[in-house]
């Protein structure tokens, strides 16, 4: 039996593993799951860092390093469990009203994560209140501000941050809702200038990297785009937001057999998971497995919503959308996400379903974003402004 | 400094690259009369948080080390789960442990069996697991009864669930509500002795500082109408408040509320303030009573679902209760209204006897002091 069949067959096994009966394993040795701090020592410590913290539950300085560690966790794996053990760290100062600025701006930054826009903006209100010099807090605001489609207020912030830190932690703030605005160019222009002389600090190299690469996409410079996907990737080749952009780029750019090498070990992770199937839609040779992932992102936005879960909305859409070939159920999806968010994957999932549902009402509402932002966004206009 | 600037961007940026879902814990429940059987899914990463089950530290968590704390995991569980049914706490024993997959990993699978004090109308349900370990947790109810089933979510903003009752049909809903309502107002002494301090008098008639035997059976029929009446029109009212949560009042200023108004209206016979208005007390008085009606249905618990006809069918109960105690009072008061016997041991002697049950109670539920049981005690 080849390794591609095993693997296939391990596939099958867990989607309908999802079903099947409980069962009792025959052997005591055998292994039954897998703990995520197995050989990544950062999460091992922060495991230990919690049994401290259980002990003096309410020491602020325990507290914080273990919330900001678990925070880094549900980044860099993408598992949003870690979010839940992040916010009991906090949990002594989850709904005070007087809160340490510290814990204030980690309960900001989660309940953004958890799509509470308008709690998180409350929290960093209070923040730049009390410390209106709070560089964090300043790039925070504008994050927020930025994903709820409120570019200028998201720009004074980033302006407010001049002088204040690294130049390209100011210009890479303001990149974002800067391209989104009507002024791509200049906000392109000055991120390459920046990223050309910027010396050290890998981290902020990869951000800005995948910034500049978005917003080359967005003008349709697809050469510059992805070169910078590609010097962003040589930094870090396991950042799972990175490579869910470039991989939307190579969809984008009719390459899915591109896409398979890429997103091959990220099945764990549902948005890669969603790409992957994508991509092996339209490559014939990937039938069988696009069949067993595609069965198994149904169990998985199933049980995200048994829980009652909205979080994945804007992937759920795109999955009914070009997977199931539900436009309906698309477009109902992608609307509601697009009043709760409206960053340009919300805007392009809402158009792509408009279009396919041939909802003249749902299209008015992209153009009309399009046209108030004066937003450059080449992929979102052709949809938006071809007519039947 | 700058750098960790940066995680935290890129951690607000990165959201949509969430993967998995986040903790869930599956929990069945099917009930049957009194008996109860369950199956909790638990996923292995969630009790290694709770409770460590990796036992050599390696990062695999294998079977045998599973196997070791099948009874810590079901004393850690079970502690997190509270069924109550009627008012009573359920008892929960673990049955079997197996182990099944869900779509983001290795569940530990946990089957037992709980046994109810009481049938009650619904499962009253408290669900604390990884309460303080994971405010993200959710438990995925699944409740089946009479071949029906519904799902219910548990948070940590939401731990506590009224359930079933609902799935039964509403005929037989609205009977098992009526006859609890029946029920409570049979055993609730205190709604009764209140009742029967009002209608005492009314076959007698006062005048000129003096009660004399009253001449007619319509008279006498008339002002026990009134006296019911107001008490059932006033206590459905804060009945239906209650039970809406429209006006929440403490139970313990409830039921010593109650206890004063029993000793009040026993009082009222002896040394009448409202002689030929005892109506109005019914319907003041009935107000509170009603919020201790509530309670009573509050133990119950009320199904989501179908809340007013449950709602209805209580109230008419507690009704239908009080009209059978009127119908054998008014008959028996009426013929024995000029004995002796009725005058000085049943009006008077009962009035007193009232007054000082209830003045009793009133100490004890002003001050929470079991008196009745320390005399009890004593004998």
Same mark, same amino acid.
């Given at each position: ?9 391990l ?6 593993g999802?079903t099947?009966a409980?069962?009792?394993p025959?052997?005591d040795?055998?292994v ?13 410590q ?13 020491d ?6 273990v ?10 794996l993408?598992?949003?469990?870690f ?6 760290a906090?949990a ?7 809160v340490?600025a510290?814990?204030?701006?980690l309960?900001?930054?989660?309940k953004q ?6 709690g998180?903006?409350k ?22 501000l ?16 001049n002088?204040?830190?690294a ?13 989104l605005?009507?002024a791509?160019a ?7 200038l ?9 981290d902020?190299?990869e951000?800005?990297?995948?910034l500049?690469?978005?917003i ?5 410079d ?5 070169k ?14 990175l ?18 090498p ?8 549902d948005s890669?998971?969603l790409?992957?199937?994508l ?8 039938r069988?497995?696009f069949?067993?992932?595609r ?5 998985r936005?199933d049980?995200?919503?048994r829980r009652g ?16 070939n ?17 960053e340009?994957a919300?805007l392009r999932?809402?158009?792509d379903a ?9 299209l ?13 966004n080449?992929?979102v206009?052709?949809?938006?402004t071809?007519r039947? | ?7 935290l961007?890129?951690a607000?940026?990165?959201t ?17 009369g ?9 996923a292995?990463?969630d ?5 460590g089950?990796?036992a050599n ?10 196997r070791?704390r ?9 502690q997190?789960?509270?069924?109550s049914s009627?008012?009573?706490?359920c008892?929960?024993?673990?049955t ?9 990993g290795t569940?530990?699978?946990?089957a037992?069996?709980g ?8 499962l009253a ?17 699944n409740?089946?009864e009479?071949?029906?089933?519904r ?8 731990p506590q669930?009224?359930?079933g ?8 809903q609205f009977?098992t ?7 409570h107002i049979?055993? +609730? $002494?205190?709604?009764?002795l209140? =009742?029967l301090? &009002?209608? !005492? @008098? /009314?076959?007698?008639v006062r ?7 009253g001449?007619?059976?319509?008279a006498?029929f ?9 008490f059932?029109?006033a206590?459905s ?10 006006v929440?009042?403490?139970?313990r ?7 004063l108004?029993?000793?009040l209206?026993?009082l009222?016979?002896?040394y ?6 005892r109506w109005?007390a019914?319907?003041?008085?009935g107000?509170?009573? +009603? $919020?201790?009606?509530?309670g009573? =249905?509050?133990? &119950?618990? !009320? @199904? /989501?679902?179908?809340?007013?006809l449950s709602?209805f ?6 009704e ?17 209204r ?14 007193v ?5 209830a003045?009793v109670?009133l ?10 049981d320390a005399l009890a005690?004593?004998?």
């Amino acid at each position: 039996m080849s390794r591609r069949w095993i693997v296939l067959a391990l596939l099958f096994a867990t989607a309908v593993g999802a079903t099947a009966a409980p069962y009792v394993p025959r052997d005591d040795a055998v292994v039954l799951e897998r703990l995520p701090e197995k050989g990544d020592p950062a999460l091992a410590q922060l495991k230990r860092m919690r049994a401290a913290l259980a002990a003096r539950p309410d020491d602020l300085a325990i507290a914080i390093p273990v919330a900001r560690k678990a925070l880094e966790a549900a980044r860099t794996l993408g598992d949003p469990r870690f979010l839940g053990q992040a916010q009991a760290a906090l949990a002594p100062w989850w709904t005070a009203d007087a809160v340490p600025a510290a814990a204030l701006l980690l309960r900001a930054t989660l309940k953004q994560s958890h799509h509470d826009f308008d709690g998180s903006l409350k929290d960093l209100d209070r923040l730049l209140t009390d410390q209106p010099a709070s560089a964090q807090a300043l790039l925070t605001r504008a994050t927020v501000l930025g994903v709820q489609g409120r570019y200028a207020d998201a720009r004074r912030d980033c302006s407010a941050l001049n002088g204040r830190v690294a130049p390209i932690v100011f210009l890479g703030c303001d990149a974002g809702p800067a391209s989104l605005s009507g002024a791509a160019a200049d906000a392109y222009e000055s991120l390459a200038l920046e990223l050309a002389t910027l010396r050290g600090g890998a981290d902020l190299r990869e951000w800005a990297l995948t910034l500049a690469a978005e917003i080359a996409e967005r003008r349709g410079d697809f050469v510059a785009a992805e070169k910078h996907f590609r010097d962003a990737l040589d930094i870090d080749p396991r950042d799972a937001y990175l490579k869910g952009a470039y991989a939307d780029f190579l969809l984008d750019r009719n390459r899915p057999q591109d896409v398979l090498p890429l997103l091959a070990n990220d099945v764990s992770n549902d948005s890669l998971l969603l790409r992957l199937a994508l991509a092996e839609q339209r490559v014939p040779a990937a039938r069988n497995t696009f069949a067993a992932h595609r069965a198994e992102l149904a169990a998985r936005f199933d049980a995200a919503r048994r829980r009652g879960d909205s979080l994945h909305r804007r992937e759920e859409a795109r999955f009914r959308l070009d997977i199931e070939n539900d436009p309906q159920a698309a477009l109902a999806l992608a609307r509601a996400n697009w009043g709760v968010q409206r960053e340009p994957a919300d805007l392009r999932i809402l158009v792509d379903a408009a279009r396919a549902a041939d909802d003249a009402a749902a299209l008015d509402i992209a153009t009309q974003w399009l046209a108030s932002t004066r937003m450059e966004n080449v992929a979102v206009a052709t949809v938006a402004t071809v007519r039947k | 400094m700058i750098r960790y600037l940066l995680l935290l961007v890129v951690a607000l940026v990165a959201t949509p690259a969430l993967s998995h879902k986040a903790s869930d814990a599956y929990l069945t429940l099917e009930r049957g009369g009194t008996s109860l059987r369950g199956q909790w899914d638990i996923a292995l990463r969630d009790l290694d948080n709770a409770i460590g089950l990796d036992a050599n530290g390696d990062g695999d968590i294998t079977w045998g080390e599973v196997r070791a704390r099948h009874a810590d995991i079901a004393a850690y569980a079970l502690q997190r789960l509270a069924i109550s049914s009627g008012g009573e706490r359920c008892a929960l024993s673990p049955t079997a442990h197996s182990i099944d997959t869900h779509t983001d990993g290795t569940y530990a699978v946990m089957a037992f069996s709980g046994k109810c004090p009481v049938a009650g109308p619904t499962l009253a349900i408290d669900y604390r697991l990884f309460e303080g370990l994971d405010p993200q947790h959710r438990g995925l109810l699944n409740l089946i009864e009479h071949g029906a089933s519904r799902s219910v979510v548990f948070s940590a903003d939401s731990p506590q669930r009224i359930v079933g009752g609902d799935t039964s049909g509403p005929w037989a809903q609205f009977a098992t509500y009526l006859n609890e309502g029946v029920r409570h107002i049979w055993a +609730g $002494f205190d709604h009764i002795l209140f =009742l029967l301090s &009002l209608l !005492l @008098p /009314a076959v007698l008639v006062r005048e000129h500082g003096r009660w004399r035997t009253g001449d007619s059976f319509r008279a006498a029929f008339v002002e026990v109408a009134k006296v019911v009446t107001a008490f059932t029109v006033a206590h459905s009212i804060t009945l239906t408040l209650a039970a809406l949560s429209i006006v929440v009042l403490p139970s313990r200023l409830v039921e010593s509320g109650i206890a004063l108004s029993v000793v009040l209206a026993a009082l009222n016979n002896l040394y009448p303030v409202l002689a030929n208005g005892r109506w109005i007390a019914a319907f003041g008085f009935g107000l509170l009573h +009603g $919020f201790g009606f509530a309670g009573a =249905l509050h133990d &119950l618990g !009320l @199904p /989501a679902g179908s809340l007013a006809l449950s709602l209805f069918g209580f109230n008419l109960g507690v009704e239908a209760g009080q009209l059978a105690i009127v119908a054998a009072f008014l008959p028996l008061a009426f013929l024995l209204r000029s004995t002796w016997a009725y005058r000085r041991m049943l009006f008077a002697g009962g009035s007193v006897a009232i007054a000082a049950i209830a003045a009793v109670w009133l100490v004890e539920r002003a001050f929470d002091m079991p008196l009745f049981d320390a005399l009890a005690a004593g004998i």
